[in-house]
């Protein structure tokens, strides 16, 4: 035992405990070609850390676009019990804006007069959540100039109103980005489980 001074004495000495026990007829075992695994181990922590920052931005961003996008849709269920009074279209358009490669885009605007309690008011809102939305295609079919409408008023403030109201004014589309935070939550709870399942594998 002396003279092992490096590495290589100490694996010619396993090499020959080995080779002298296989003589006398022991049990063999296979010599391992490399050091236990701690690279797939750090590979794995790895991934775990990885994921986590993945699932931790994707639902900080999620949840900021939810609450942006949440705000006018509750401002529209807000406006249910809103005061129905007659009122008649001005004007109305489309507006086209060009995105580049992404094609054009259509805003719809309106602009419309009503009256309640003898004074008469001018609006510009279709709902909160249609305010200034614009797709890949718009028309003022619904609201020509003349037109007469029926228009929603706050009881509490009167020179504000919509011409859609409750979720008649919701503009449904939006619902399609709820999908995004809900993958946050799927990401989240299957980075807990790894997390779980790898911790029990790899220290216990």
Known sequence: MK????????QKLLDTVIT???DEGCTAWDKPNQPPEFGTRGAKI????????FAIIWCSV???ATVLIGGPVLSDLGTEDWTATDGTIIDSGVTVSSSGEGGDTYCLWVTYNYTIDNMTYDGDLVSFSKDSSCSSWASNDEYPPEKEVTVYVNPDAHDEAVLEAGLAGVDLFIFIFLIFPLIGVIALLFMLKSTVMTVKNEFF
């Open 46 to 53: 790895g991934g775990l850390l990885g994921g986590w920052v």
């Open 20 to 22: 002298t026990l296989q």
């Open 62 to 64: 999620s949840l900021i």
């Open 3 to 10: 003279r092992i001074s490096s590495t290589r004495d100490a």
